[in-house]
C-alpha cells in the first residue's frame, strides 16, 4: 500500500482580527476546502478538528463542533491539541485513518478567535504549571525569540538589518496573498523605528495573534485517482516529540533539560529530519518552504533546521537572495507569519495550503516556477513540532 | 528587631540567604538534576528512578542568552505602577548542565550583557502585594558591567 494520501482541496478564511466566532472561519475554510475538492460534505467519511483553548468547550471539541456546523452527517470525528502543531496533528490523524483503511475521504480544519496582545496562561497560585511560572516572572513568548536571535547575533555575525530584512523580505511576498492579514510592503525604516519588544526584536519583527481558519480535504490514492488528476500527495508528515536531554530553550519551561547524565539534544531539527526520512526526500529537492516565523530572526534558524543551508549559514543565504520568491529556495511565500500572525490551531494547515496552491501553480503574483516539492514546518511550546512534505 | 526575612514569590524553590541558591533536584538513581524540583518519577527516559535528593543548584553561571521586557507582560505578572523593563537571562550552570532562565537585577541593562559574561543568583523583589514584599531570584553580573 502507498503511503501517500492525496490533498484532493484546500479552502481558508483571510486572517484577521475580525472578532467572530471561530467556527465561522473554520465553516467558510471547510466549505471553500470541499469546494476546491470538488466533493460533496456528505460525502466525507472523517473529520479531524485542531482544538483552540480559548473559545471554551466548543473549541476543546472543535472537531465535533465543524462536524455540527456543517450539519450533522455521521462523519467520524477527531480533535487534537499540540499547540502550534495542533493543525499537522489533526492532518496527521486523517492521514493515519486513510491509510489503515478506515476511510476514503477526510476533511481536517483548524480556526481560532484570539484576544489582543499576549496569549496568558489561567489565573491563580499555579507553580506546578510551567506556563504560569514564566509569566509569573515576566518572561513572555519574544523573550524566548529574543534568546535565540541574541546568539545568531554574537556567534554567527547575525544583525538587526538581517532580522529586518526577513520581515521586508515576507512583507513583499504576502502583499498579494489575499489570505493574508498584513498586505502592507514594510519598509526597513518603518520596521526599525517601531517599539523595541524584547531586544533586539521590535514590535514588527514579531508575530501578532490573528484570528483565521484553514482546512484540507484528503482522500486516498485511490479515491482521487477518481476525483482528479492534479492531486499535491503529502509524502512525509512528522510529529516527533523532543528528546531527553532538550537542549532547546523552550516555551513554556524556565530551565532546560539537564545533560549532566545523559548528552544533550537538538529538537527543532529532528523534526524535518523525520519528515524527510519518511518522504525519501532531501533538502536540495525542495522548491520552497514555509516556515514558522514567530519572529524574523527564528525564520533564519529553520534554514538551518530544514538543512537550506549549514548552521551559521542562514544569513548568508538570506543576504544572497536565495529565500525570495525568484530565488533557488523561497521561503514563507505565503508571507509566513510576519502577514498572517498566528492563528494557532490553523497556523499549520495554513502552510498547508499555500504548498498546494504552488505545487498547483495558482499561488498568482506569489507563484514558485515550476515548483514541485515543497515543506512546511512549525514548532510550539510544550514539545510540539511539525513538518509536511507535500509534492506533486 | 532586625529587618524580617525575605518571602518567597515561588515558595520551596531557592534558599533565602544572602547568597542564595536554586533548590533543584537529582535523581538517586541516574543523577540526572531536576528544576523546579522534581520529586517523582525520573524523566530520564532509560531511567526509572523515583527517589530524589534536594540539591542546591551552583548558583554562578554564563550567560547562554540574554533579552528584555520592554512591554508590560500579562497576569500572574505583577507589574509595579508604572511598569519598569528589565532585562532577561538565561545562564548555563556548569555542573548541572542546564540552562536557568531568569530575570536580571535592576538597573542592568541589556547593554551591559554578553553572551558567556559570569553571572550569580541574587534574591531581589519580583513584587509588593499588600504592602509584604516577596522576591525571586535573579541573576547579576559577576564582574563590574562594561
Not at chain 2, 64 to 87: D, G, M, R
Amino acid at each position: 500500500m502507498s503511503a501517500e494520501v492525496a490533498i484532493l482541496g484546500v479552502g481558508m478564511h483571510p486572517w484577521g482580527k475580525w472578532g467572530r466566532n471561530f467556527v465561522d472561519y473554520g465553516v467558510h475554510a471547510a466549505r471553500a476546502a470541499l469546494k476546491d475538492a470538488g466533493v460533496g460534505w456528505q460525502d466525507v467519511q472523517f473529520v479531524s478538528g485542531a482544538a483552540t483553548m480559548r473559545c471554551g468547550y466548543p473549541g476543546y471539541i472543535a472537531g465535533a463542533t465543524f462536524a455540527q456546523a456543517l450539519g450533522w452527517q455521521g462523519a467520524e470525528v477527531n480533535t487534537s491539541y499540540a499547540a502550534c502543531a495542533s493543525g499537522s496533528q489533526a492532518l496527521a490523524a486523517a492521514r493515519t485513518k486513510i491509510l489503515s483503511g478506515g476511510c476514503e475521504l477526510a476533511l481536517v480544519v483548524g480556526a481560532d478567535t484570539t484576544p489582543k496582545g499576549f496569549l496568558a496562561p489561567a489565573a491563580g497560585y499555579r507553580p506546578d504549571d510551567p506556563d504560569w511560572v514564566r509569566f509569573r516572572l515576566g518572561i513572555t513568548n519574544p523573550s524566548y525569540f529574543a534568546f535565540y536571535a541574541r546568539r545568531r547575533m554574537e556567534l554567527f555575525g547575525a544583525t538587526v538589518e538581517d532580522f529586518t530584512a526577513v520581515k521586508v523580505k515576507n512583507a513583499a511576498h504576502g502583499a498579494t496573498n489575499p489570505n493574508a492579514r498584513y498586505r502592507k510592503l514594510f519598509t526597513r525604516e518603518e520596521v526599525l523605528a517601531s517599539a523595541m519588544v524584547a531586544d533586539p526584536l521590535r514590535l514588527l519583527h514579531v508575530c501578532a495573534t490573528s484570528d483565521g481558519g484553514a482546512a484540507v480535504v484528503l482522500a486516498s490514492q485511490d479515491y482521487a485517482r477518481r476525483h482528479s488528476t492534479r492531486a499535491p500527495r503529502i509524502a512525509g508528515l512528522s510529529t516527533v516529540t523532543p528528546r531527553f536531554a532538550s537542549q532547546e530553550v523552550e516555551m513554556p519551561d524556565i530551565a532546560t533539560d539537564s545533560a549532566a547524565a545523559v548528552a544533550g539534544h537538538s529538537f527543532r531539527a529532528s523534526i524535518a529530519a523525520r519528515a524527510y526520512e519518511e518522504a525519501s526526500i532531501g533538502p536540495d529537492e525542495l522548491s520552497l518552504a514555509e516556515v514558522y516565523d514567530l519572529a524574523s530572526s527564528t525564520e533564519l534558524d529553520w534554514y538551518e533546521y530544514l538543512g537550506l543551508c549549514a548552521p551559521g549559514q542562514a544569513e548568508g543565504l538570506l543576504r544572497s537572495g536565495a529565500t525570495r520568491i525568484g530565488g533557488r529556495i523561497p521561503v514563507n511565500t505565503s508571507g509566513g507569519l510576519a502577514c498572517f500572525g498566528e492563528a494557532v490551531p490553523a497556523q499549520a494547515l495554513a502552510q498547508v495550503c499555500e504548498l498546494v496552491w504552488q505545487l498547483r501553480g495558482q499561488a498568482g503574483e506569489r507563484q514558485v516556477a515550476g515548483a514541485k516539492v515543497g515543506i512546511s514546518a512549525n514548532q510550539g511550546l510544550f514539545g510540539h513540532g511539525s513538518a509536511v512534505i507535500v509534492k506533486r | 528587631m532586625g529587618e524580617r526575612a525575605p518571602k518567597a514569590a515561588i515558595e520551596g524553590w531557592y534558599t533565602l540567604e544572602a547568597q542564595p541558591h536554586l533548590l533543584g533536584s537529582r535523581c538517586r538513581r541516574c543523577g540526572t538534576y531536576y528544576f523546579p524540583p522534581l520529586k517523582s518519577f525520573c524523566r530520564n527516559p532509560a531511567c526509572e528512578g523515583s527517589e530524589f535528593e534536594e540539591v542546591r543548584l551552583s548558583r554562578t553561571g554564563r550567560i547562554w542568552s540574554y533579552t528584555n521586557a520592554c512591554y508590560q507582560p500579562p497576569a500572574p505578572y505583577v507589574s509595579p505602577e508604572p511598569f519598569v523593563p528589565f532585562a532577561i537571562a538565561a545562564v548555563e550552570l556548569e555542573t548541572e548542565r542546564m540552562i536557568v532562565l531568569g530575570q536580571v537585577v535592576q538597573g542592568v541593562e541589556v547593554a551591559q550583557l554578553r553572551i558567556g559574561m559570569p553571572m550569580e543568583l541574587v534574591l531581589e523583589r519580583l513584587y509588593t502585594e499588600g504592602g509584604e514584599e516577596r522576591v525571586v531570584w535573579k541573576w547579576k553580573p559577576l564582574e563590574p558591567a562594561t
